[in-house]
C-alpha cells in the first residue's frame, strides 16, 4: 500500500480540473457538470481540492453572524409545490403579525446580540407596496442601527408591480427606508423548464436576474442560493452556477452563495410529484466544494445552512470548501414547516464550538461581511445572552396576540 495507490484511483479528467482550479484557472459549466458526478475516489480529491482553495481564498477564520429570521406572514397564494410554509388566508393556523410583533421581535433579537434581521413573508393577496415599506420604517424607527436583510426577489417582484414605479427607484424607495441587503431567494433553479414544475407561479429566471442586476446596479446586495435535490439534474446545478458567476462578473453585487438542500417531507413535490426525497450527504458536501471551485475568484465566501445540513453535516461542509456558517437566525418556519428538524436556533456559542471542533477560528461578521469580533481564545468567549422564555411582549401586542387567537390565527 502506497501514497500512490492513492491517486492513481482519481479519475485523469477529475485530476485535470481540480488542477485548474488550485492554479487559479475558471472553470467550465461542463467541469463543473463532471466534478458534480463525482463519486469515490474522485469526491475525496474534490474535497480536498475545495478545502485548500477555501484555505487559500479565506484562511481558517468561518464567520457567522448574529441575526433574527422573520416571517411576518405565512399567507400566500403563489402556491409552490416544494412549500410546506404557506397558507390560505382563512386557514386557523395562518398568521399575519401586525407591527409591533416585529417590533417586538426586534428588540428579542438585539437582546440576544443580533446586528441583522432577516425578514421574509409570503406574497398576501391583500397586501401591497406599502407593506414593505411599512415594515422597513416600523423596524428602522425602533432600531436605528439594526441591519435590515429583506424580501425576495418574489416579494419585490410583487411589490413592485403593484407600485407602479421603476423597478430601480422602487428598490430605491425600499433602501431609503431602510432596506440593506436583499436575500437572493427564490431562486431554486434558474431554469423556466424547471421552475414550472417546482414554483409555475412564480417569477421567471429573467425576472429573477433582473430584479437581482437590479438591486446591484443601485447598491443593493444580495445572496446568492440554489435548491437542490429535488427534480433537477447535475446539468441544472451547472448552468445556475454559471449564470450567477456571470451575474457577480457584471455586478460584484453577490456577498455570499448559500446551497439550499430541498427539505421533502411535507409539500406537494415529494408526496405527488415524484421528487427525490432532498439530496445525499454526497451531493450536500460535493456541492460545497464544487462551488468553492467554480465560483472563485469571483464569489469566495460560500455558506453551508446548518438548517438544511444540520450542525455535523455543516461541519463536514466547513472542511469541503465553505468559510461561512450562516446566521443564528433564533427562529425559523420555512424549512421547519416543510419537515426539516434540525432546530430553528443555534445561539452564538454553540456555532462557535461546532466551528472549534473542526479546527477553525470563528469570526462574527456584519451582514456584509465586515469582521466585527474574533474569537481566537476560547477563555474570552462572551456568556450566553440567550433569554430563558419567549420574548415578553408589551401588553397591547399580547393582547392583540390573544385576539389573533380566539380569531382562529396561531402565532408561529
Ligand atoms: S415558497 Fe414563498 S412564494 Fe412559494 S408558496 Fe411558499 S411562501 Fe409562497
Known amino acids: 500500500m502506497s501514497i500512490d495507490r492513492l491517486l492513481a484511483g482519481i479519475d485523469p479528467v477529475v485530476a485535470r480540473i481540480l488542477d485548474d482550479a488550485l492554479d487559479g484557472r475558471e472553470l467550465s459549466s461542463d467541469d463543473a457538470l463532471r466534478l458534480l458526478r463525482a463519486e469515490g475516489a474522485d469526491h475525496h480529491a474534490l474535497v480536498r481540492a475545495a478545502d485548500l482553495a477555501r484555505a487559500d481564498d479565506k484562511g481558517d477564520d468561518v464567520t457567522f453572524v448574529v441575526n433574527r429570521n422573520m416571517n411576518f406572514t405565512n399567507v400566500c397564494y403563489v402556491g409552490c409545490s416544494f412549500c410546506g410554509f404557506s397558507r390560505h388566508k382563512d386557514d386557523a393556523d395562518a398568521f399575519d403579525h401586525p407591527m409591533e410583533v416585529l417590533v417586538e421581535k426586534t428588540r428579542d433579537a438585539v437582546a440576544r446580540g443580533a446586528t441583522e434581521v432577516c425578514i421574509q413573508g409570503g406574497i398576501h393577496p391583500n397586501k401591497d407596496h406599502t407593506h414593505y415599506r411599512e415594515i422597513l420604517e416600523t423596524v428602522k424607527d425602533a432600531f436605528p442601527d439594526v441591519h435590515i436583510h429583506a424580501f425576495s426577489p418574489e416579494e419585490i417582484d410583487f411589490g413592485h408591480k403593484k407600485s407602479g414605479m421603476e423597478l430601480a427607484d422602487y428598490l430605491r424607495w425600499l433602501v431609503d427606508a431602510g432596506l440593506g441587503t436583499m436575500p437572493g431567494t427564490a431562486a431554486e433553479i434558474l431554469d423556466d423548464e424547471v421552475r414550472g414544475v417546482v414554483s ?73 410529484m415524484d421528487a427525490r426525497p432532498g439530496s ?79 479546527g477553525r477560528t470563528p469570526v462574527e461578521r456584519s451582514t456584509t461581511y465586515q469582521t466585527l469580533r474574533r474569537f481566537d481564545d476560547p477563555e474570552k468567549d462572551p456568556p450566553s445572552r440567550e433569554p430563558t422564555s419567549e420574548p415578553e411582549l408589551s401588553g397591547p401586542t399580547r393582547w392583540r396576540l390573544a385576539e389573533e387567537r380566539k380569531a382562529g390565527q396561531a402565532r408561529h
Request: glycine share 10%; charged share 20%; no cysteine.
Open 200 to 272: 409555475p407561479r412564480k417569477l421567471g429566471k429573467e425576472r429573477w436576474v433582473e430584479i437581482v442586476t437590479t438591486a446591484h446596479s443601485i447598491g443593493l446586495p444580495s445572496t446568492s442560493t440554489l435548491m437542490y435535490g429535488h427534480i433537477e439534474s447535475p446539468r441544472h446545478v451547472a448552468e445556475h452556477l454559471g449564470l450567477l458567476r456571470d451575474i457577480q462578473k457584471a455586478t460584484g453585487g453577490f456577498t455570499e452563495f448559500v446551497p439550499l438542500g430541498f427539505i421533502h417531507e411535507k409539500n406537494i413535490l415529494f408526496n405527488h
Open 280 to 358: 445525499s450527504m454526497l451531493e450536500d458536501v460535493g456541492l460545497v466544494a464544487v462551488a468553492r471551485l467554480f465560483l472563485r475568484p469571483w464569489i469566495t465566501n460560500i455558506q453551508v445552512s446548518w438548517v438544511k445540513m444540520g450542525p455535523k453535516l455543516a461541519q463536514m461542509g466547513l472542511m469541503a470548501g465553505a468559510n461561512d456558517f450562516g446566521g443564528t437566525l433564533m427562529e425559523e418556519s420555512i424549512s421547519r414547516e416543510s419537515g426539516a428538524d434540525f432546530g430553528e436556533n443555534l445561539p452564538p456559542e454553540e456555532i462557535r464550538r461546532l466551528v472549534r471542533e473542526v
